[in-house]
């Protein structure tokens, strides 16, 4: 039997992943022998989004605000999960320089102290933007406007030097709307278009070491906007502009729901040789239609080589900027929800509920992930890897508790005894060591929730 997974046109291999993914095995395979419980039925272990996300050479961040950090389930949801932190408002310009050359870095110190010590990286949000200004910014005549706009991005930078991996250099500088103008700021409209270039000019003069972003909202489909965006960087790469990345804010909604284009967008802005990065990531919604809408987020991610990372815009739903739309990954009580599930499942994690991977110490392994879902159902899909010899045949067990039946199967040839399904290799049952395939399978659920259980590896 070998049919196409429903509902699963998505781009893989993931080369970087292939290499993270073994060594994980490996990590998990002398944890074993240590008579450590590692993997099975344990999401955490896998599961958290930030080793997921690293397994696909990428990291998974939150926005986080300092007066949060107190809270023990917020500090431990967020250590747990993530592994970069975006400081929601600390580093904005009127929350460090309120009053003109006097700086107070404290609350974002918190939050990069506190990354640092969890080996977390920071996202620097943001240096020039035309919203969370102080007052004093815009009466200044274009002369003063210039010395104190580089100014700030020279404090600010010289004062995080070394600790950001991205600087949001430039944030939201483009109309709404069809136009593709330049918004009206303070910068634009005394400095003109040239301000965009110049601050990037000048940040990259002080750390060389961080990325430097260019980030917008409403650009995350092609549209008049992004096109003006993309025609900017374009610009910016053919002269030679220190330019390293484009953010996508995509913040989403009924309104502004994901766009079909958003992998072909990512993509064309990564072919003009940028990294892009998912950099605000909430979606308004709950249940499983707001799962999806992650999945088609995350997935345009893994699909886009150069997009090097998701962040989303807070850790609860709690303290949202947009609470009442209960946008994220974790409910206000801190639990895990739908959404959570399927971003793990399509990072490649073990997905929730305890449907953990198998894990053979022998010639070959099977690790499972839930790779989408539906009202009613799921795909589910194991790697096979040989482990350090080649290996000619396999076979995995998956059981699949009743009212749950399994209605495809493909890239494996299943033999069933009461919920036991043997799955063993068809075409592809020579791997050379270290090498790896995938077979799938379509579950009904028929109203049961329990997770797949996937069995140790057999070779042949
Ligand atoms: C938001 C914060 O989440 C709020 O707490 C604050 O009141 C307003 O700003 N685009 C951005 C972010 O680049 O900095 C914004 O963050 C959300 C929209």
């Given at each position: ?5 429903p ?40 599961g ?35 592994d ?8 904005k ?7 003109r ?6 609350a974002?110190?918190?939050?990069v ?29 274009a ?45 634009q ?16 003069t ?15 489909g ?23 990345c ?31 990065q998912?950099?605000?990531l ?6 499983s ?26 850790v609860?739903d709690?303290?949202?900027?947009r ?6 990954l ?13 971003v ?11 449907d ?53 199967v ?5 033999t ?18 270290g090498?790896?395939?995938t ?22």
């Amino acid at each position: 039997m070998a049919q196409n997974p429903p509902g699963d046109g998505r781009a893989r291999p993931r080369p970087q992943a292939r290499t993270r993914r073994a060594l994980s095995l490996v990590t998990a395979g002398v944890l074993a022998a240590a008579g450590v419980v590692a993997l099975a039925g344990n999401a955490q272990a896998v599961g958290a989004l930030g080793d997921a996300a690293a397994a696909e050479g990428r990291y998974f961040g939150a926005a986080v605000a300092a007066n949060h950090l107190g809270e023990a389930a917020y500090a431990s949801t967020l250590d747990a999960q993530f592994d970069s932190v975006t400081p929601e408002n600390e580093m904005k310009w009127d929350a460090v320089e309120s009053s003109r050359n006097s700086f107070s870095f404290s609350a974002a110190d918190r939050i990069v102290s506190h990354a640092q010590s969890k080996g977390m990286k920071v996202r620097g949000h943001t240096l020039v933007w035309h919203s969370q200004l102080p007052g004093w910014v815009s009466p200044l005549a274009a002369t003063d406007l210039r010395s104190a706009m580089n100014n700030h991005i020279t404090q600010v930078m010289t004062h995080y030097k070394g600790k950001i991996h991205s600087w949001d250099v430039v944030n939201e500088a483009f109309q709404d709307g069809g136009s593709g103008a330049r918004r009206s700021s303070p910068f634009q409209d005394k400095l003109g278009n040239g301000f965009i270039e110049e601050a990037f000019r000048t940040a990259r003069t002080v750390d060389t070491g961080a990325k430097l972003c260019y980030n917008d909202y409403d650009t995350d489909g092609q549209n008049a906007k992004s096109n003006a965006v993309y025609e900017m960087v374009k610009d910016f790469k053919q002269r030679g502009v220190p330019i390293d990345c484009v953010g996508f804010q995509s913040h989403f909604n009924s309104n502004s729901p994901v766009p079909s284009d958003f992998r072909a967008n990512l993509q064309r802005f990564a072919d003009l040789g940028v990294d892009v990065q998912i950099t605000e990531l909430d979606i308004e919604g709950s249940g499983s239609a707001q799962a999806a809408n992650y999945t088609k987020v995350v997935d345009a991610c893994l699909a886009v080589t150069r997009c090097t990372g998701i962040t989303v815009w807070g850790v609860t739903d709690k303290y949202s900027w947009r609470s009442s739309g209960t946008p994220l990954l974790f409910d206000g009580d801190y639990g895990k929800k739908p959404a959570y599930d399927a971003v793990l499942a399509a990072l490649g994690g073990s997905g929730g509920g305890g449907d953990g991977g198998g894990e053979g110490g022998g010639a070959c392994t099977a690790t499972y992930a839930r790779t989408s879902a539906w009202n009613g159902g799921y795909n589910g899909q194991v790697t096979v890897r040989a482990g350090s010899s080649g290996i000619t045949g396999w076979a995995v067990p998956v059981t699949v508790a009743s009212p749950q039946k399994v209605s495809a199967v493909w890239n494996g040839t299943p033999t069933t005894a009461g919920e036991v399904m043997t799955v063993r290799h068809s075409w592809n049952g020579t791997l050379a060591a270290g090498a790896s395939t995938t077979f799938g399978f379509t579950v009904q659920t028929n109203g049961g929730t329990s997770a797949p259980v996937v069995g140790a590896c057999t070779a042949s």
